[in-house]
């Protein structure tokens, strides 16, 4: 019943990917810097109260938290966005960078190039995307990837089309290759039974009144894994090829 489901959800990501490659690229000006394309209903929220609903195309609210039902695709200037049932996620835009806010749930990616740093802000820490290396053969030229957030753990990966310069805080950078993900996790939650780092320092060494400043690699456990085969989730757009191999859905794992 998982593998049907699991199925199920690659082919509306799919087609809701080919959506957005084929959707309009003229915004009315000053009104959005992208697309907001819902297959189902999304309601926006400022704060805890609710400020409007879309079920249908519309400019993409910049800075707002959306809660999807069903399924949402995001068309943005060299990034698509594909963010599945109840998840809750913002996108906000600065001069130098592009924050992706994800409270719970999973959002697909797909990059073209990256003229803005990309920041992934999790509840189990802050992931910076440094630089993007697509594959020489990508017939797509798209990298496509996901971030997975769920109550234990926090996954970021690459599915196909290259790799990614991420660090994590003020850590140092890693190198995340097609078939790999980055997990954040609280210390003794990592599901699978990867090689793990140093334990967190004593909690003598971060009181309770510093915490929000600390580092992640001093607030959690940070595995870098290689993830079994599977289908890509993007289907459309192209077949090139990764070095990592396929990479399963994180809703697999």
């Known amino acids: 019943m998982r593998c049907i489901t699991n ?6 990501v799919a087609a809701i990917f080919v959506l957005l490659a084929f959707a309009s690229t003229t915004f009315a000006s000053g009104l959005s810097v992208g697309r907001l394309i819902p297959k189902g209903k ?4 400022q704060g805890n109260q609710k400020v409007g609903e879309f079920s249908s195309e519309a400019p993409f609210p910049e800075g707002t938290l959306l809660s999807v039902q069903g399924e949402c695709g995001i068309k943005m200037s060299d990034l698509y966005l594909v963010a599945i049932d109840k998840s809750m996620f913002s996108v906000t835009t600065d001069p130098d960078s592009r924050k992706l806010a994800v409270k719970n749930g999973t959002i697909y990616f797909a990059l073209s190039s990256m003229p803005h740093i990309l920041v992934f802000q999790t509840p189990d820490g802050v992931v910076t995307t440094h630089q993007v290396l697509l594959n020489a ?29 991420l660090s994590v805080d003020d850590g140092k950078t890693m190198r995340i290759n097609a078939g790999q993900e980055l997990r954040l996790a609280q210390a003794g939650l990592f599901d699978d039974k990867e090689e793990k780092k140093e334990e967190p320092k004593p909690k003598e060494d971060k009181p309770a009144d510093k915490a929000k400043g600390m580092s992640t690699t001093a607030k959690v456990l940070i595995g870098l894994v290689t993830v079994g ?11 090139g090829g990764s070095s990592g191999g396929g990479a399963a859905s994180p809703a697999g794992n």
């Open 137 to 165: 053969s990508s017939g797509s030229a798209l990298l496509k990837g996901y971030v997975s957030v769920t109550e234990d753990i926090t996954k970021v990966g690459v599915l196909e089309g290259g790799s990614m310069l």
């Open 42 to 45: 999304v309601t926006l929220f």
């Open 7 to 12: 199925n199920q959800i690659k082919f509306k």
């Open 229 to 239: 085969g599977g289908v890509a989730l993007f289907a459309g757009g192209g077949g």
